[in-house]
């Protein structure tokens, strides 16, 4: 055990002294806070004041315009549409719609001019503006009023509770979407990038035949675990300060763009294109969406003490399982390029969890394809996770899962053991499943 402890520090060590890992460390944080901010960024500082001219040769805009919007306001140009093409040549105008004289049981022939092409979000804003307009004029050509059909919606706001043995508690479905998917991806992609990491550097000391050396020492298996260990240790590290500092950086992010914030920035963008009509209403519209994502976020009831420790076991217990199974494919061959044959079959769980989680995981978290794919080993890890932020898991769903993934990682320990110790002296070789099949089974 000694001798295993060793070769973890050596690994360890030998990895958080690098320029790279210090260079990932700092960058991480920044790519996954520009992940989130960039959007955000270019959407504030792009042209948003598209003025769009209408010639409205069939009347379909009489009564007036549409009311100016977040990013868009309209103008009246010549209804005669070469006048209008020679008024939108000269105006600086982003687009030109035109309204041909029109019948309102089948409104068509309608056209939008753009001097480099029609922005998709451009478009789809004018269509809806037009579709708007010819709905009013079916309503007042019925008898209908268009105010009073609008006091007639209704904005409902559901409060989702969950029922459960200990008693009622809040819950939030985004709030809980978006953990799960958090909580996953940070095991599928800590699997992937660390679990190769060994994978390469057994292949390593196997072409560089250092290996031989240090066999004469140390067991196979204790090598191998000091690596998965040593590894296992450099990827907590990154993990940790990747928290650390994406915590601070989203903190003073989220502090500078609160709602308030960017919705103010929008009106007065709004205010400059074109008088402030509806603008209070889109204000308080933005307002109201970013209060309630916050205030899902505070009355979201997720037990965190929970989520957090068995996002630890799951996170180091999958990586254990897979890091054993990557270290077994690294002994086996020479190259990279012979690992895509071995590779298949091990992560393909792993990205079969993330496929099927969209359609199940989390439309029915507690359902048979969900509690199974909890109970396997090679899928626990991620599916596990993805299911406790919905709460309703039994404990003796957890316990059951946990106890499965460990007796796999032992299980898989051993089997990467018995291939270790025969292929990591192996050169020159072609490996088939065969001959991994008979190497398990080697004496010694």
Request: glycine share 8%; charged share 20%.
């Amino acid at each position: 055990m000694s001798k295993t402890w060793l070769i973890a520090q050596r690994e360890y060590l030998t990895r958080v002294r690098k320029k790279s890992f210090i260079i990932m460390s700092l960058l991480g944080p920044l790519i996954t806070a520009a992940i989130f901010a960039v959007p955000v960024v270019i959407a504030l500082m792009s042209d948003n004041n598209k003025v769009v001219a209408v010639a409205d040769a069939g009347g379909l805009f009489v009564d007036k315009l549409p009311d100016p919007k977040e990013d868009i306001s309209f103008t009246r140009v010549s209804p005669e549409l070469t006048a209008a093409k020679a008024e939108f040549k000269k105006a600086k105008y982003d687009a030109l719609l035109y309204i041909p004289k029109l019948d309102l049981t089948t409104p068509n022939g309608f056209q939008v001019f753009s001097r480099k092409g029609l922005g998709l979000s451009l478009q789809r804003d004018i269509e809806r503006a037009v579709e708007n307009a010819v709905e009013a004029q079916r309503l007042k050509k019925a008898g209908l009023d268009q105010a009073v059909l609008n006091t007639m919606k209704a904005d409902v706001e559901l409060q989702t509770i969950s029922l459960s043995d200990d008693g009622e508690r809040s819950s939030s479905t985004g709030v809980s979407t978006g953990v799960a998917y958090v909580c996953g991806f940070l095991i599928y992609m800590f699997i992937f990038i660390y679990g190769i990491q060994i994978m390469r550097g057994v292949m390593e000391e196997k072409t560089n035949r250092i290996v031989e050396v240090v066999i004469s020492s140390v067991k196979p298996f204790e090598l191998m675990m000091g690596k998965v260990l040593g590894i296992a240790g450099v990827g907590f590290t990154q993990l940790a300060l990747w928290l650390v500092l994406s915590f601070g950086i989203m903190s003073a992010i989220t502090g500078s763009m609160s709602p308030e914030k960017i919705a103010q920035q929008r009106v007065e963008q709004v205010n400059t294109a074109a008088g402030n009509t509806a603008v209070v209403a889109e204000d308080k519209e933005t307002k109201k969406e970013g209060n309630a994502i916050v205030q899902a976020l505070k009355t979201a009831d997720i037990n965190v003490a929970l989520i957090a420790g068995c996002f630890l076991f799951y996170f180091l217990g999958g990586y254990l399982f897979y890091g054993a199974l990557f270290g077994a494919i690294g002994s086996a061959v020479d190259s990279e390029t012979d690992t895509q044959q071995f590779m298949m079959p091990v992560t393909m769980p792993l990205v079969l969890t993330f496929v099927v989680a969209q359609a199940t995981l989390t439309t029915n978290p507690n359902g048979q394809v969900a509690f199974w794919m909890s109970m396997i080993p090679f899928t626990s890890p991620i599916a596990m996770m993805m299911r406790l932020p919905f709460g309703g898991v039994p404990m003796w769903q957890l316990g059951l899962s946990m106890l499965l993934l460990i007796a796999g990682f032992l299980g898989t320990i051993w089997l990467a053991g018995r291939i270790y110790r025969v292929g990591i002296l192996m050169y020159g070789k072609k490996v088939t499943y065969g001959e991994l099949s008979k190497w398990l089974f080697y004496k010694g």
